[in-house]
């Protein structure tokens, strides 16, 4: 009876020691920038990263990585990289929210870039834009400035003046301290698109010029240049850009800006417009 008494008592002692005990905690630390890393380079770069985003394993090795760690920007937005491409707008813009509210000061102008090309947001974009300028101001996204992106939305609001000073501040950037830096096509593009809509057609025609002196075959340049002159009543030279636009996109040419491929870019044409306007010239 004292035997089983005391063994009673040692099972009880062992039971409340291992009661009071703190579980082993079986991942490592989440908030090491280390540790995420090492999540990354297994579920992204030797995972995600070697099948085509196409595949379902591809947000399946981002779902992996979010269950190990759920507060990886990178991730959510990985996982939101093929639905944007494809077009499910409302599936990825929330996992795109998720990761500017894990790291604001990386995603924030990402988003924005979204807002203003794919899901056409523009107001939306603005607000980014002018957010992330306070956080880094003079920075950058896909290879343009924040005040780019801006003009653009400006430009498709109605908002001619602001499209206007917005690309002076691109411009402006561009160039430099120094001034001498080039200015990109596109911004010039833009520039003179805003001319137009402000119906300064002088300065107009002369960004759209500069535009087509450093990329010929610019479509939209082609275009936009043949309707300042058409609105001049100068025909002739209206029909002279619309046809080298045709030729242009018939031949390939497009804004020479890598998401072209997944939606169109704000006042971007298409062959259907310029066979359009080009009936309007021959009337």
């Not at 501040?169 to 160039?175: F, I, K, P, V």
């Amino acid at each position: 009876m004292a035997k089983s008494w005391l063994l009673f008592l040692s099972l009880l002692a062992v039971a409340r020691l291992g009661h009071c005990q703190q579980p082993t905690k079986a991942v490592g630390d989440c908030s090491s920038k280390a540790y995420q890393d090492t999540l990354v380079a297994r579920y992204l770069d030797r995972g995600a990263h070697r099948v085509s985003y196409l595949s379902p394993q591809w947000g399946q090795y981002c779902d992996s990585l979010i269950a190990a760690c759920p507060n990886i920007a990178y991730a959510y937005q990985q996982k939101a990289m093929p639905l944007i491409k494809c077009g499910d707008y409302a599936k990825s813009m929330p996992l795109i929210d998720k990761a500017v509210a894990l790291d604001e000061n990386r995603w924030l102008a990402y988003r924005g870039f979204l807002k203003c090309i794919f899901t056409k947001d523009y107001a939306g974009a603005i607000a980014d834009f002018q957010r992330v300028a306070e956080l880094k101001p003079n920075g950058r996204e896909m290879d343009h400035t924040y005040a780019f992106f801006e003009g653009a939305c400006e430009l498709e609001l109605g908002h001619y003046k602001l499209a206007e000073k917005a690309f002076a501040t691109d411009m402006a950037l561009q160039r430099g301290a120094d001034g001498q830096g080039s200015i990109h096509f596109n911004t010039l593009w833009y520039a003179g698109v805003a001319a137009a809509r402000l119906k300064q057609y002088a300065q107009a025609e002369k960004y759209l010029q500069q535009c087509l002196k450093a990329y010929p075959q610019h479509p939209e340049a082609n275009y936009y240049l043949a309707l300042n002159y058409r609105v001049q009543d100068q025909p002739a030279l209206a029909r002279q850009h619309l046809e080298a636009a045709q030729r242009a996109l018939i031949s390939g040419y497009r804004l020479n800006e890598d998401n072209i491929f997944y939606a169109n870019y704000p006042e971007q044409i298409t062959e259907f417009e310029v066979r359009q306007a080009l009936r309007e010239v021959e009337k």
